[in-house]
């Protein structure tokens, strides 16, 4: 009788590891590959790809190869957003991605040539008046300009007797 629960236990131990195994083996991961190509459909190596997950707020990173091929394996299944860059290469988003369970989508991309844009940011001020002193300063670049109209108001206050 003993004998007989211990086989049983056992029978029922491995299936129970069999079952456990398989399910353990199982995968839900998605993923997103690709190729990233300019304008003229050269491949574009060393892109940055950035591979968001909406609703986790996460973010996943690769890089194209020589080829401009790359791959964003183990992800989770849900909504994405996919960014693209590439230096002197227009940044490229694709919205709303959505990854079901096991499953491998191809997302190709064609990046155009980014336009040259000049952006100047002022963070400081120079002062337009001097309030601390009374002293007289001098403007750079108007020469000889400069030291006639100080000899005139310096000429007019010893004439009036202000010197």
Do not use: W
């Amino acid at each position: 009788m003993k004998s007989r629960v211990f086989q049983e236990v056992g029978r029922m131990a491995a299936i129970f590891l069999l079952v456990a195994g398989g399910l353990g083996s199982q995968t839900f991961n998605a993923r997103i590959a690709g190729t990233v190509t300019d304008g003229t459909g050269a491949p574009v190596p060393a892109a940055r790809i950035t591979v968001h997950h909406m609703e986790t707020n996460t973010d996943k990173k690769a890089q194209t190869s020589a080829a401009g091929v790359y791959d964003v394996p183990l992800l989770l299944p849900g909504t994405y957003e996919v960014r693209v860059e590439a230096t002197g290469l227009q940044t490229v988003i694709r919205h709303e991605v959505k990854l079901e369970v096991n499953a491998a989508i191809t997302l190709d991309f064609a990046l155009k040539v980014a336009s040259i844009s000049t952006a100047i940011d002022v963070t400081a001020e120079v002062p337009m008046l001097q309030t601390e002193s009374s002293g007289v300063g001098s403007t750079s670049g108007c020469g000889s300009r400069c030291r006639d109209i100080s000899s005139i108001f310096s000429t007019r206050r010893r004439s009036l007797g202000r010197a």
